[in-house]
């Protein structure tokens, strides 16, 4: 679209929590259309969270949330052409992108995981992720590691 910006939808919060960063994630979980299948899924997941951590005085919501902002990732790397050469140039994510990007790592790395059920697996990676451990959070301290590597090209900024 060249000349005008498409309107932000605005999103529902969820039934549960009142929350629409759930409604954000489940949106994303969300497979050929099945929104009540997807809640119940996330449902499922924050009830074994709640079921495994009792010790932790934090509930599953906060625990959650606590875990998408552990795989949250600050800089990326973006390939800008300079002369015939490629640089990887590392770039500051605005907000909006950022929670994308958490919510969609956490998703490909619960798929990713061996167990029973969606919201098993789900629930294992959430809490792998709490605990700064498992394949998201990985994936953004190597974001991290690649921006720092090439810190020499931010100049290259655009």
Known sequence: ????????????????????????????????????????????????????MKDNELSSLDIFKKALQNITPQVEVKSRRVGGATFQVPMEIRGERKTAISIRNLILFARKRSGKSMAEKLSAEIMAAFNEEGGAFKRKEDTHRMAEANRAFAHFRF
């Open 1 to 52: 679209m060249r000349k005008s910006k498409p309107k932000k939808r605005i999103l529902l919060p969820d039934p549960k929590f009142n929350d629409t960063l759930v409604t954000r994630f489940v949106n994303d979980l969300m497979r050929d259309g099945k929104k009540t299948t997807a809640f119940k899924i996330f449902y499922d997941a924050l009830a074994i969270v709640d079921e495994r």
